[in-house]
């Protein structure tokens, strides 16, 4: 299995501060017959399911605002949140979708400082 | 708008079995996959299996082989999965999502249903 490794676990930013997660998988989810990284991004708030935020690493889902981005290839991937918003405290995670299973990172944790 | 929608909470005693539904719209049914992912307290995600809508063909993670079933009713529009010989270690939260990317298995996953709680305790 493809083990995905985020990191900081959690994170304290300011509000309009730049928040960066990270996630490094075990091995590359980039396909060169399609040129794509198989890696998305969700964001999950208590009491809810998972909300999609990037697939292909760096797609914005519909509806996404675009201080969301994300970024890498191969093994190596960022999200950035350019300017802290309160409503962005949550859970993030990374999933790989290159093979089954599926995996996930065990998800950084979002406040505010 | 394409949706997702679980059966409610459930309390089960070890060595039982649960089975819990999926009840999809706004969308072709048949066209998708659907996911089955679990998340314990507190925990992380567990991808558990993935079963063709249309087809019913449907495959697990090697964790759960011999004791989940993850079935596909095309009249109703709802998937359905049961994990029996329950321990207090399958208390979570189950989810169902779809690959969005249709008949591929290789895809994120958008929606996901609400979630459904699972108990297990004596």
């Known amino acids: 299995d493809i083990v995905m490794t985020q990191s900081p676990e959690s994170l304290a930013v300011s509000l309009g501060e730049r928040a960066t997660i990270r996630c490094k998988s075990s091995q590359s989810v980039f396909r060169r017959s399609d040129y794509k990284n198989y890696l998305a991004w969700y964001q999950q708030k208590p009491e809810q399911p998972p909300r999609l935020l990037m697939y292909w690493a760096s797609t914005r889902a519909s509806g996404v605002p675009d201080r969301f981005s994300g970024s890498g290839s191969g093994t190596d991937f960022t999200l950035t949140i350019s300017t802290l918003q309160a409503e962005d405290v949550a859970v993030y995670y990374c999933?790989?979708?290159?093979?089954?299973?599926?995996?996930f990172g065990q998800g950084t944790a979002l406040e505010i400082k | 708008q394409e949706q997702l929608v679980q059966s409610g909470p459930e309390a089960k005693k070890p060595g039982a079995s649960v089975k819990v539904s999926c009840k999809a719209s706004g969308y072709t049914f048949s066209s998708y996959y659907i996911n089955w992912v679990r998340q314990a307290p507190g925990q992380g995600f567990e991808w558990m299996g993935i079963?063709?809508?249309?087809?019913?063909?449907?495959t697990h993670a090697q964790n759960f082989r011999g004791r989940l079933a993850m079935t596909s009713d095309t009249s109703t529009k709802t998937v359905f999965l049961e994990l029996s010989s329950l321990t207090f270690g399958d208390t979570a939260i189950y989810y169902c999502a779809r690959g969005a990317r249709g008949l591929t298995a290789s895809a994120w996953f958008d929606p996901w249903g609400q979630g459904t709680l699972v108990t297990v305790s004596s």
């Open positions: 079963i063709n809508s249309g087809s019913g063909a449907a």
């Open positions: 999933q790989q979708y290159y093979t089954t299973p599926q995996t």
